[in-house]
């Protein structure tokens, strides 16, 4: 299932990168893409699996941008 999601308070391209990073290596997680300038997140995990990945997904960001909240 691929799934796109606003962030709020990302305030950091380098941030954007390493959420990026941390997301792809998610067990079920078949693509990420964190985008800075559009304040967006596309995620393409399992589909049986989505919820318990987003809910991973959401503690990966906050571990690097504390401020940062994705909008579901």
Do not use: N, Y
């Not at 995990?45 to 940062?68: G, M, N, S």
């Amino acid at each position: 299932m691929k799934k796109q999601f606003k962030l709020l308070d990302l305030d950091c391209a380098s941030c954007a990168a390493k959420m990026e990073q941390a997301i792809r290596k998610l067990d079920g997680v078949h693509g990420a893409t964190v985008s800075f300038l559009a304040q967006k997140l596309t995620l393409d995990a399992d589909d049986a699996r989505f919820d318990e990945i987003l809910r991973q997904v959401i503690t990966v960001c906050r571990k690097v941008e504390p401020d940062c909240t994705i909008v579901l």
